[in-house]
């Protein structure tokens, strides 16, 4: 650790740092919702910030990737008019953990692949990430140990750690440093402080431990050999088809192409909507065909998108660990039963 890649921020000055930034940018944070719930929503003061949080109900790739967003527009009254739209705003996301800026630097590899996905890049281009490290286990449903993202590793402007009486802050990029000196409220961090960095991280160790019976480089051999699992099988028995496992995945980027179109037929918009390998619909193809049409085998395909399929194309697993998916579903499917229903099947014993 260098000691100039890192600053001081006191507790006491950390509300006037947060109206600071309010007043420059657009700024969203985490706020408690009721029942253990939370989400990333604008604030102006650092009273609104729920430091202590479990994942949010939605991730932070809302911001990169809205639910709904329009792709271009057209009017054909006077010639052949089309305009492609591109709605982004500045902004800075605080208090991102870990898992999520995980999940961040997974849609970048998918969107920045070619084609390079125009509306994507733009939206990444104008959000600054300040994430906030995670000083306890969430919960239960968490498998952050596993895939190895419960420490800082890039993907961000600053990063907080809470260290008591203050925050020490990693500066990860220029426009990290800029935000430290616009702010005013940050001093050096003493070789004391880093030291202090050091032992918390070690502490952590003794309080994240990995969730399942099985090292992360040999999943994907789990999975070479888990296709015919009766594992699917019983998730085929229990899933709801209703999507929500993937509405909440800070990975997954599917969407559906729509058009709105003006009774003249002469103007519409373009826009495009998150969708969902869980529901029916979603592998039907023109003549009626569907080729994912039961709920194994789209159950199936979730999790190979996540621990298989992703390692061929961008060598990274595209679970994060976050558990939102096994926290919302409501026929009680969780991904770490799975995953250890997967090791304990007689198929994985013999290999
Ligand atoms: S949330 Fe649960 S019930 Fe709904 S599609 Fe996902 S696994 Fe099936
Ligand atoms: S698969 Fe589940 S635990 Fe993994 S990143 Fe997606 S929502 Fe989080």
Redesign the pocket.
Known sequence: MEDNQYAILRKEDFNSFISALSKLHKLAAPVFKGYNNYAFEEIRSGEEIELKYI?TILPPKKFFMPVRETLLEYDISKGLNVEAVTEYEEMLLFGVHT?DIA?IQCLNMVFSQHPQDHNYLIHKQNIKIIGLECNEYCDE???CHL?NTHLPDGGYDLFFTDLGAYFIVHINTPAGEELIESAGFFKSAQSSQLNELASFREKKKALFKNELPIELDLIPDLFDRSFESKVWDDLDERCLACGN?TN?????YCFDIKDVINLRLIAGKRYRVWDSCQLGTFAKVAGGKNFRKTRKERQRH?YYR?FRYSIDRFSRF?????????RTCMAGIR?KETLKSLIGTKEDAKA
């Open positions: 994942p898992c999940g449903y968490a498998n895939m496992c909440v995945c800070p990975t997954c979730r996540k595209f679970c994060t660990g976050c558990g939102r998916c096994s991904l």
